[in-house]
């Protein structure tokens, strides 16, 4: 069966798009497409979108990059988590809360996909629901979905939307 999974991967991957017809009455002969796929941005990570972010004057302060060592979830560079975090605070935020934690205000997650960021945010989101007590959080994607930019739902909704909009221009 897997074997037979296999194989059904392999051949979906191929194909064949064969254009027969060729005129000779072009003036100049058309540039053909590469047979490689388009380059891609390499993905950004926590560090890079934090300092965007903090360019962007949306009143971020104590921005700071996560190593495996100070993330509070322990899921920086394991199975299922994501490859860089960062953190910082924002105003409405809880200066006094966990440090590295999303009561001070804003977290960044880089996942290696999207899939992978649509699960943790949808994990986060139906945990909250579920347990009104621990708050409510805004979830803003960039980087094509592999970037999560958390807010805690303690930081008002306008300053939130500057958020938002800053993270739509990455």
């Known amino acids: 069966m897997l074997a037979a999974t296999a194989t059904i991967f392999a051949v979906a991957g191929c194909g064949g798009n064969s254009n027969g017809s060729a005129t000779a009455s072009s003036p100049a002969p058309q540039p053909t497409a590469s047979t490689s796929p388009p380059a891609q941005a390499a993905p950004q990570d926590a560090k890079v979108v934090l300092n965007k972010l903090t360019e962007a004057s949306v009143s971020l302060t104590g921005g700071v990059v996560q190593n495996e060592d100070t993330d509070p979830n322990d899921l920086l560079g394991r199975p299922n988590g994501y490859t860089s975090r960062a953190s910082a605070d924002l105003p409405g935020g809880n200066r006094e809360g966990e440090k590295y934690g999303i009561d001070r205000g804003l977290v960044i997650e880089v996942f290696p996909t999207k899939d992978d960021a649509d699960r943790r945010s949808k994990f986060i989101q139906e945990s909250l629901k579920s347990m009104p ?20 739902g303690k930081v008002k909704p306008s300053a939130s939307k500057k ?8």
């Not at 007590?133 to 805690?152: A, F, K, M, P």
């Open 163 to 170: 958020i938002e909009q800053a993270v739509s221009k990455l």
């Open 133 to 152: 007590i621990l708050g409510t959080e805004y979830h803003y994607r960039t980087d094509e979905g592999r970037v999560l930019v958390r807010v805690s």
